[in-house]
């Protein structure tokens, strides 16, 4: 299947700083690509909806200045996490469909990115 | 509002029975269902999934799922769980939003 890529896998900042993370296809090109946020031992919660070239749509409750989405090409999305809190701390995870196979439904998943907010 | 329900959130079986997880969504129209699965320290994979056709749909590692339109139900089943099946299990729908939304998880554990 399709490849979707996470960066970085892990990582662990302070509080009050930002942090950025990349999620990539790698061999297609994504359209759309939704974030997704997992607690421990919880379901995946679906953050924002990315897509190539516009604003993301975010869903309800979830804060678009604190989480920043950008899509710039159809194979980069990125999440940068403003301000950062311990509350912020969780596994990150994106997923991207491939535009030329939209009918399929079928969306990829990065391996996530754990962010540990001190 | 597309939502999904799993209803057991830790199941604990022993090798070689059978395995039955619940899901039932709420949806008023069309729908995709998928299974995926993740395992321990590992990101999600897809188990599989109904778009249209026959209900009863086969996956990998022998599992499979019955779509039940008027109960709303995608229930996956494996006749023979292994200990390598000890996992989390998420059953997820997309409607026509395209958003795909997740129900709670299931744990599985298998003792060998």
């Known amino acids: 299947g399709a490849v979707v890529s996470q960066h970085p896998s892990w990582v662990i900042c302070k509080s009050g700083t930002s942090v950025k993370i990349e999620c990539r296809s790698l061999?297609?090109?994504?359209?759309?690509m939704f974030w997704y946020r997992q607690f421990p031992k919880q379901s995946l919660m679906l953050m924002a909806t990315?897509?190539?070239?516009?604003?993301?749509?975010?869903e309800q409750g979830v804060e678009k200045d604190k989480f920043l989405i950008n899509h710039a090409s159809l194979t980069l999305s990125t999440l940068t996490v403003t301000s950062a809190h311990p509350e912020d701390s969780s596994f990150y995870i994106c997923?991207?469909?491939?535009?030329?196979?939209f009918g399929t439904g079928e969306l990829f998943f990065g391996e996530g990115s754990r962010l540990t907010v001190l | 509002a597309q939502s999904v329900s799993q209803h057991n959130h830790h199941v604990i079986l022993s090798e070689a029975a059978s395995l039955e997880l619940g899901c039932n969504y709420s949806y008023g129209g069309t729908v995709n269902l998928f299974w995926y699965v993740q395992y321990p320290g590992q990101h999600l994979q897809l188990l599989l999934k109904?778009?249209?056709?026959?209900?009863l749909v086969k996956g990998i590692k022998g599992f499979e799922a019955e779509f039940i339109k008027s109960k709303f139900s995608f229930n996956l089943r494996k006749p023979s769980v292994q200990w390598s099946d000890t996992a989390e299990y998420f059953c997820a729908v997309k409607g026509n939003t395209g958003k795909l939304i997740f129900g709670q998880g299931t744990t599985l554990q298998v003792k060998p």
């Open positions: 109904y778009f249209s056709g026959d209900p």
């Open positions: 061999d297609f090109q994504a359209t759309t």
């Open positions: 997923s991207a469909r491939d535009g030329l196979a």
């Open positions: 990315s897509n190539e070239g516009s604003k993301a749509t975010y």
